[in-house]
């Protein structure tokens, strides 16, 4: 049920911030600012965010508690928990990689582990 939550909230993240993409004249970062700090309000945001066009930041900011029952700021230094969120990276990794002729998805494994298996079937 969490991980709903979370994958429909980062959908939810990523169309607002489209609709934004398609209004130029706002400051993006304060618009931004301003949903976050909505969802916070709603209790659906604790954590840090950063959001880039290219090479530009548009907001970065750190909003809530690292510990909500001590009530511990969160800051730069907070670590998270990101379980199976890498998955996805690597994933992408795999796919750029592959785009750049760098390998193939049927490249076995074994040219990096042990194991007999082909790049696709991790996928």
């Known amino acids: ?7 429909a909230f980062c959908v939810f993240i990523t169309c607002s911030l489209g609709m934004l993409k398609a209004q130029p004249f706002l400051d993006k970062g304060k618009e931004i600012e301003k949903l976050i700090i909505t969802y916070y309000d709603y209790g659906i945001f604790n954590g840090s965010i950063l959001v880039a066009d290219s090479s530009n930041i548009l907001y970065k900011g750190i909003l809530g508690f690292s510990d909500i029952t001590t009530k511990n ?5 907070t670590s998270f928990k990101i379980n199976s969120l890498s998955k996805q990276f690597t994933a992408m990794g795999i796919v750029i990689h592959k ?3 760098l390998l193939k998805y049927d490249n076995p494994l074994i040219d990096f582990s042990s194991v007999r298996l082909k790049l696709l079937n991790v996928l």
Not at 1 to 7: E, I
Not at 73 to 77: D, T, Y
């Open 1 to 7: 049920m969490k991980t709903r939550f979370q994958l």
């Open 99 to 101: 785009e750049q002729g």
């Open 73 to 77: 700021a969160l800051s730069q230094e």
